[in-house]
């Protein structure tokens, strides 16, 4: 809300607050108040709480099935869309599954071996042999050529990205992070083209899109960064939005994995010119999360739910069965 008051006033709005349905989600980790990224996308993405740096398992490493994987199984095309690395805590939560969320190159082989139909954002160096200039592997695995092996169009910049017209995409824009300003795709853009190509599947589609550096603003406690990554996110919705308006069987949700930063309005004027803000922590706090919702089956999120709630309310709006679901050991 900061910094929407900031940029449009306490009159305006942003696309995400146009959204017809809004509830509150409660965050923590199956044994701590204060979740980290890895727990609270593991709960979305798989209905199961699990402990803070766990990715897509239990506590004891027992894998949980996510949403997106069972979307596949049942014949759904896939997405997966970070500004962070790829292999970042959420994304990676939604198509791996490893005991650490530091893990990032065990992470980047399980996201090319699950066959995620479109993979945008960064961390090129955990896709990268050790031999090669900027890679964090420690062995010889090269990723960027396994995938073009599996059908991947493999892209890193922009331009190639826009003239792209493959089902398949592994686009890596950095070696680590993106940055606004750059001559990398904005995630509006990537999820322009995500949704171009998903959109394309008569059976339907699960795609995961990230702002991930709103977060990290929240850690520096950096305002202005928060503000700029703010209004780049909801970018991003606006181009969701649209393509709901357009595509009617669609459902857009739009949440957080946890609060960051404690932050408070203390003061302003009611054009946003003048707001002064407060900050009260440099981590994640206990706070319940909005989740906004628009589309098919947008009524079914409702009241104060759990963030283990959203996978099992998308698996059943998708006619998922037996979700939640454990995956047998082979």
């Excluded at 970042?88 to 650490?100: D, E, K, N």
């Excluded at 890596?172 to 509006?188: I, S």
């Excluded at 702002?211 to 928060?226: E, K, M, R, T, V």
Aim: one cysteine or more; hydrophobic letters at 40%.
């Amino acid at each position: 809300m900061a910094a929407r008051i900031y940029l449009l006033g306490v009159q305006g709005r942003f696309e995400i607050e146009k959204m017809p349905v809004t509830t509150l989600v409660t965050t923590h980790s199956i044994d701590r108040l204060l979740t980290d990224s890895a727990a609270g996308a593991t709960a979305m993405a798989t209905g199961y709480k699990t402990r803070n740096g766990m990715v897509g398992m239990s506590r004891d490493s027992v894998v949980f099935k996510t949403v997106l994987e069972a979307a596949m199984e049942r014949g759904k095309s896939s997405g997966l869309i970070a500004t962070s690395s790829i292999t970042h805590a959420t994304p990676a939560c939604f198509a791996s599954h490893v005991p650490s969320r530091s893990q990032h190159s065990e992470i980047a082989r399980q996201l090319i071996h699950q066959q995620v139909d479109v993979i945008l954002g960064g961390g090129r160096q955990y896709f990268l042999p050790q031999e090669m200039s900027g890679s964090k592997r420690s062995d010889s695995l090269n990723l960027l050529k396994m995938a073009s092996g599996l059908g991947y169009e493999v892209v890193n910049d922009k331009k190639q990205l826009e003239r792209i017209t493959s089902n398949k995409i592994l686009g890596l824009f950095a070696l680590g992070e993106l940055k606004q300003g750059t001559l990398q795709p904005t995630l509006c853009e990537m999820t322009r083209k995500a949704l171009e190509v998903l959109g394309k599947d008569p059976d339907g589609f699960f795609l995961m899109v990230e702002g991930s550096q709103i977060d990290w603003a929240g850690h520096d406690n950096d305002f202005p960064a928060l503000v700029r990554e703010m209004a780049a996110f909801d970018s991003a919705v606006a181009v969701g939005l649209e393509f709901a308006q357009n595509n009617k069987n669609t459902l857009i949700l739009v949440t957080a994995d946890h609060e960051t930063g404690g932050l408070l309005i203390t003061g302003g004027d009611v054009d946003g010119k003048n707001i002064k803000v407060d900050w009260h922590y440099t981590s994640h706090t206990g706070q319940m999360v909005p989740l906004f919702a628009a589309g098919s089956g947008a009524q079914s999120f409702s009241g104060i739910i759990d963030n283990t709630d959203i996978a099992k309310i998308l698996a059943n709006l998708l006619g998922l069965q037996n979700f939640p679901k454990v995956i047998n050991p082979d």
